[in-house]
């Protein structure tokens, strides 16, 4: 379990504006990496309008020059990550307080980082960086995990929100496919405001882990993907990839 500064019951209880404004409504993330078509500030802050526009409560931004965009144009809250290629199979999540610090000031109302061992020297080093961003830069956080034991010390540590985001994509988890609303549902019954993140692409899901307790649900890819959309249906047609 995490060891160093306990976080006060004040700190903990408070919920703030910006997390209660995500409470029962679709988050969508608005993210497209290196060398994606749609990888340009202005764009994404325009797939940022089209979510606000269809009814979305917040958007989830991946970097300070996004976010800056996304800040700029729209009125929801935005979460802010930066993902880090590591060389892994995957990209490392907000890895340094320096990202958090560089996010808040583009304008990130909610700071995401990942909360799981695989890329950290130790349990501890998440929880300390939880408390570092509540504390040094006022921000809440949102921890992604890919189990209960994970979002529980998340949880322990001071996270504002526990997203399912890093299921299946981790050493503990890697034989998981689809969204995890079992986790989902799990983190609800221990009183985490919980998140449905990661492959939820039918609205069906969504009301899913909201009847499992989840807090909000992200919605990344199936929405803002032209690329994966157009695979999807391309693989209908006889000449489909
Ligand atoms: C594992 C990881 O790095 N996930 C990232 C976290 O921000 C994004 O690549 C995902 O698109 C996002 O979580 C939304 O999920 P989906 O696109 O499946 O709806």
């Known amino acids: 379990m995490a060891t160093g500064p306990e976080v006060t019951p004040e ?7 910006a997390v209660r404004a995500l409470e029962g409504g679709l988050v969508v993330s608005c993210q497209a990496g290196a060398g994606h078509p749609l990888a340009d500030p202005d764009v994404i802050a325009r797939l940022a309008a089209c979510a606000e526009a269809g ?6 931004v991946e970097s300070a020059a996004d976010v800056r965009a996304v800040r700029a144009r729209i009125k929801l809250p935005v979460i802010g990550i930066r993902k880090v290629d590591v060389g892994a199979h995957r990209p490392f999540i907000t890895p340094a307080l320096a990202d958090c ?3 808040a000031e583009a304008g990130a109302d909610i700071i995401a980082l990942e909360a799981v061992p695989d890329n950290r020297a130790s349990a501890d080093e998440a929880a300390g960086l939880i ?6 830069l006022g921000r809440p956080v949102m921890a992604d995990v890919a189990t209960l034991e ?4 998340a949880w322990a540590a001071g996270a504002d ?6 299921s299946g994509y981790t050493r503990a988890s890697a034989s998981r496919v689809g969204p ?17 993140e990661g492959r939820v692409d039918r609205p069906e899901q969504v009301r899913a882990a909201f009847e499992a307790g989840a807090w909000t ?14 695979r999807r249906y391309a693989a209908g047609a006889p000449r489909g990839v």
Do not use: Y
């Open 11 to 17: 700190i903990s209880a408070a919920v703030s504006p």
């Open 150 to 153: 994970e979002g529980l010390a």
């Open 131 to 136: 408390r570092a961003v509540r504390e040094q």
């Open 101 to 103: 610090a560089a996010l």
């Open 180 to 196: 995890d609303l079992a986790l989902v549902a799990d983190l609800a019954r221990h009183g985490v405001r919980a998140v449905l």
């Open 217 to 230: 649900v992200v919605v990344g890819t199936a929405i803002t993907d032209p690329i994966s959309l157009t």
């Open 55 to 60: 009814g979305a409560v917040g958007v989830r």
């Open 161 to 166: 929100l526990v997203g399912t985001t890093l």
